[in-house]
């Protein structure tokens, strides 16, 4: 059954599946789960924000938003930014709001476009959506009448759309807008047609901060008893890089992998302690260098005239460690950029680096570009003579 179908088929009867509704139509949360569904369920879902008070970080935008529903005003939207930032988790707990989840049903019709991205989707499923009337009379209870006389369309990933499509919602979102809303989230907003992005209001959401990032994590680590150590939960919230659905799986697969198995010969005997995760578990699921292994490589490359050794170091690191050049790239740029160096120096490591991530995102061979990262880094040291760099 298609989305669109999903959305108007009040009497379906449907299986127990997150996100979806019962036969009398009330819209089924994680907490109408069974506890043991609840458990299988990845975190990012179990713990997807119900309502726009859940959605961490955000604050200026959660606050216009609020101001929009409070005026019974609404335009067209546009959510863009990068992954795991919280697009759809706050247009969905928006329409939760406007409609409650009993009529969240049949008043939203969600779409992601990058599925079903063809002109064919915005000709049919949008224009049959949004011509049809609303039958039914709205829940009191929400507060929001006004508002819940229109529909809405979500359409997700709407980068992915053709221009063609793209073209053609554009006349439908000027046809239907006196009985539908349009929410349209994208990673980029130069794939959308500027046509498009005239209609909307436009919300960037940024990477999320580390203290929005970590107070979810924090909540999370409390609800299902996981064993942590402090300092591990930091370097999970630094290297998610602002993307809250990073640092859930990251977590949930820490955790999965820290639980012992049951023994083959006596299944039902109680089971050990999970093992506290620790930063090396965090790095080693994320396969991101440890910052040990970089400061191996920063002290080498900023010591060593020898530029054979140096080379030796990082091709054995990647060996041993099974490191991606991508990755020791980014962290030692970042290592690079905290020293006191002469300005000459910084400008020979800055241009060259992204030289470096240019060439390699785009094929350059892992052993050339090595031999790349050595000669950028020795060169800028040696433009700084015999004074060299001071480590800490
Ligand atoms: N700001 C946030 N507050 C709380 N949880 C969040 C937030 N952002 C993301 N999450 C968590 O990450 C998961 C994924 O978020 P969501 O689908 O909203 O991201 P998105 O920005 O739409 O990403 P994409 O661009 O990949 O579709 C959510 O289910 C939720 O668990």
Redesign the pocket.
């Known amino acids: 059954m298609s989305d669109y179908e999903d959305a108007m088929d009040v009497d379906a009867p449907k299986d127990v599946q997150f996100g979806s509704d019962n036969a009398a139509g009330k819209k089924r949360t994680v907490a109408d789960l069974p506890v043991e569904a609840q458990d299988n369920l990845p975190w990012?879902?179990k713990?997807?924000?119900e309502s726009l008070d859940?959605?961490?970080?955000?604050q200026d935008i959660l606050a216009t938003i609020n101001r929009f529903v409070e005026a019974k005003r609404f335009p067209h939207l546009l959510l863009y930014?990068p992954?795991?930032?919280?697009?759809?988790?706050?247009v969905l707990a928006l329409a939760r709001r406007i409609y409650g989840n009993k009529n969240m049903r049949q008043m939203v019709l969600e779409l992601n476009a990058s599925d079903d991205r063809g002109i064919d989707v915005v000709r049919e499923q949008i224009k049959t959506f949004a011509s049809t009337k609303q039958i039914f009379s709205m829940a009191p209870q929400t507060g929001n009448e006004g508002l819940a006389g229109f529909k809405l369309i979500i359409l997700?990933?709407a980068d992915a759309m053709t221009s063609t499509a793209q073209m053609a919602l554009r006349r439908i979102m000027e046809r239907y807008t006196a009985n539908t809303r349009f929410c349209i989230?994208a990673?980029y907003t130069h794939k959308l047609s500027p046509a498009l992005l005239s209609r909307c209001t436009r919300f960037r959401?940024s990477p999320?901060k580390e203290a929005?990032i970590r107070t979810?994590v924090d909540q999370v680590v409390e609800k299902e008893g996981v064993k942590i150590q402090p300092e591990a939960v930091g370097s999970l919230v630094t290297l998610s890089k602002g993307d809250?659905?990073r640092a859930?799986n990251v977590l949930q697969a820490c955790h999965a992998s820290s639980k012992p198995l049951p023994m083959r010969d006596a299944p039902n005997a109680p089971l050990p302690e999970p093992e506290t995760i620790t930063n090396t578990t965090i790095y080693d699921c994320i396969a991101a260098p440890h910052p040990s292994d970089i400061q191996e490589i920063m002290t080498t490359l900023l010591t060593t005239s020898d530029v054979t050794s140096c080379l030796n170091t990082i091709n054995t690191l990647k060996a041993t460690k099974g490191l991606a050049l991508a990755d020791i790239l980014s962290a030692l740029a970042d290592q690079l950029q905290t020293l006191e160096v002469p300005a000459h120096t910084r400008i020979t490591w800055l241009e060259g680096l992204a030289e470096i991530e240019w060439r390699l995102s785009g094929g350059g061979s892992e052993a050339v570009q090595t031999g790349g990262l050595v000669g950028v880094v020795r060169g800028g040291c040696e433009l700084m003579g015999e004074k060299g760099v001071a480590l800490t």
């Open positions: 990012v879902e713990y997807r924000p859940d959605v961490s970080g955000h930014g992954p795991g930032t919280g697009k759809t988790s706050t997700d990933e989230i990673n959401f999320l929005d979810i809250m659905r859930l």
